[in-house]
């Protein structure tokens, strides 16, 4: 099992998304629901977290939830679309864009259908471009464009399904290290192959390592862009390609940190060696930022994900309210609870010394789901958190 594979699903499928004012086109298909019938004869019309008036074409039921063409941008006019059935909805969409027909487009449809997302025409447009080879990799690209509220631009989706690379990312750079290593020699690519065979080490858990450690991965994340593209600029053929898919990797873990003013999310994707053991490190950081810019660390939460020898796959979630400290390992190593029980007096120790509480330490068993394959981490939700690995 790939280390960086890993699916956090939320309760109703929550997603974080960036509460931005939607805009637009004439020809957008969008799903809403009538939450009110003003005097004017306009709508309020919830379409998705938001609440926009529109100026309606039909007559229509305060409570009714509609599918809508627009037929003018400014101000909003909507034509009510006949009601069709559930599993002719995604067919109906697919006819209407153009798009490619196979399952992974009619599954993503029929995702967007269900969170609220709207058709927008030119994004469909680089959808039917996206969905030709109608592969899990694009299907979940797009998906994290729209949950992120990202453009629509090949760059951008390109570096979405360059995080879905099939090698952990010790893998890759250690691949692309040993390419480099049986060329000619040439200085930056040189420089880049070392770059890449070292890796941040952890040699102890304690708050004081784990902290430098972190500080340690942020310096060389930065270092490496820059590296990255000069080495691009300078090679050729394979080589090339590969120096430009781990560029993009890189980029998409920018991508998915987004900061929403008080709320700040980060998400970052290193490789670590604890001992001998090499592994992929996944953190996933939720909080609120304080009005001198600095994070707020009394209430946050912060997601793990990483194989280590013995545990083999684990995650680790962690909320923290008013300094107060929850722990959710999960993980289905045998008798685990007992060894975590045993080394809570010692973590609660070293958090006290930093000022924080611990509460409780839960060690849950995540479910097995044999006939679906595991995705990327998804972005937070304001929900619950349902664990399948």
Known sequence: MNVQWLRTLFDEAQTNRLPKAPTFHIGDIIHGKI????EDRTALV???THMLTAHLQSPAKEGGAYTFQVQQASPL????LPQTAKTADEESVIRHFRLPINEQTKALVRWMIDQSF?????????LRQWMQTGGEKEAQAIKWLLMHDLPFQDDVFRSLVALQHDKPLYEQRMMLAQMIERLPPNETLTKLASFLRDMPEL?????ERVYQLLKQVIKQQDESFSLLQSAAAEATGELKEEIVSLFERMKAQQLLSTSDAPLRHLFTQFPLLIGTHATDVTIQWRGKQRENGKIDTDYCRMLFYLTMATLKETIVDVHIQQRIVHIFVINDTPHLSSYVSALEPSLKKQLAEHGYTLS???????ERAPTKKRLLVEPFSYKGVDYRI
């Open 35 to 38: 939450e009110k019938i003003n």
């Open 46 to 48: 919830r379409i998705g």
């Open 77 to 80: 006019l909507l034509k009510m």
């Open 118 to 126: 709207s058709f927008k025409t030119n994004d469909m447009a680089s």
């Open 203 to 207: 040699s102890s858990f304690s708050p």
């Open 360 to 366: 409780t330490v839960h060690v849950k068993v995540p």
